[in-house]
């Protein structure tokens, strides 16, 4: 099998460089008419792979919200996954696991091994060192599988300590980039990408990368494609996924509303495509 490096590639190529969202909160399934129980998350689901499966190069379920209905939720999840990665579409579990030693490894295995939660790649947390992230590194790689590295993210609590210049003059943010790259060296395209926001002033130097950049804070959060011009520079564009989630969402429950707003953001981007 390809490496996840290169089927997302592939896959972005065929289908835009868009990563859709499924976020089912609270106030999104009430919107779309649905309980805020199980039996309304199971049908939330459903009508986002209906609506996503074949037409996106990724989705990304945030696990958090299927977490909530407990055991019940869990195998809405597992049901989500297995359905999507079935049909072809490539999956991102969005669980922003981080930790040490065997307690990593059974995060690994939980996302990036068979078992009923296996994805195509899962987000991570390297703030605990970056060779925490070791585990999952390792069997990504052993299965074909990727992993997203938290970096430069948009949120205001990020900056005191993502923006912390060491003595080497870079800043931890651009440290976790670096050992992202040295991670993709010899890679046709890496599989160890990086969470950069889209809404940010300012982004690490991604030039020696050669992975996916995922780029959330498009749409409702306020970022596009001109937030994307100023962030990431012209040789780097073809590598960035923007995330996008409200924007699509806000479109249900209708299926075809889904798939015409997903239709639009892929041109809105194909400036990205190279």
């Known amino acids: 099998m390809p490496s996840f490096g290169v089927r997302l590639r592939d896959a972005m190529r065929a ?16 919107s779309w008419g649905l309980t805020e129980d199980a039996a309304g998350l199971e049908t939330f689901a459903e009508i986002c792979v209906e609506a996503f499966v074949g037409r996106v190069a990724l989705v990304k379920p945030q696990v958090a919200f299927f977490e909530t209905y407990g055991s019940a939720g869990i195998a809405v999840l597992e049901n989500t ?31 990036l091994g068979d078992g009923p939660l296996g994805s195509d790649a899962v987000t991570v947390s390297p703030y605990l060192g970056f060779g925490s992230l070791a585990p999952a590194l390792d069997l990504a790689r052993a299965n074909d ?17 993502q923006t912390i210049t060491g003595p080497d003059g870079r800043t931890i943010a651009q440290r976790m980039v670096d050992d992202a790259a040295a991670a993709n060296a010899g890679a046709e395209f890496g599989s160890v990408g990086v969470v950069i926001g889209a809404t940010l002033t300012a982004a690490p130097d991604l030039g020696k990368l050669n ?8 749409g409702a959060q306020g970022g596009g494609a001109e937030s994307i011009r100023a962030l990431v520079p012209e040789s780097d564009l073809g590598a960035v996924l923007p995330n996008v989630s409200r924007e699509v969402l806000k479109h249900g429950p209708s299926v075809q509303a889904l798939i015409d707003q997903v239709g639009a953001l892929a041109q809105d981007f194909a400036f990205l495509q190279r």
């Open 145 to 161: 599988r990727g992993v997203f590295v938290l970096s430069a993210t948009s949120n205001p609590e990020a900056a005191e300590l």
């Open 15 to 30: 289908h835009g460089p868009v990563c859709v969202g499924i976020d089912p909160h609270p106030p999104l399934l009430r």
């Open 81 to 111: 996954i297995s359905v999507l990665r079935a049909a072809g579409t490539l999956v991102l579990a969005d669980a922003k696991r981080g930790d040490i030693g065997s307690t990593m490894d059974a995060y690994a295995h939980a996302w």
């Open 211 to 218: 992975g996916p950049i995922l780029m959330p804070g498009v």
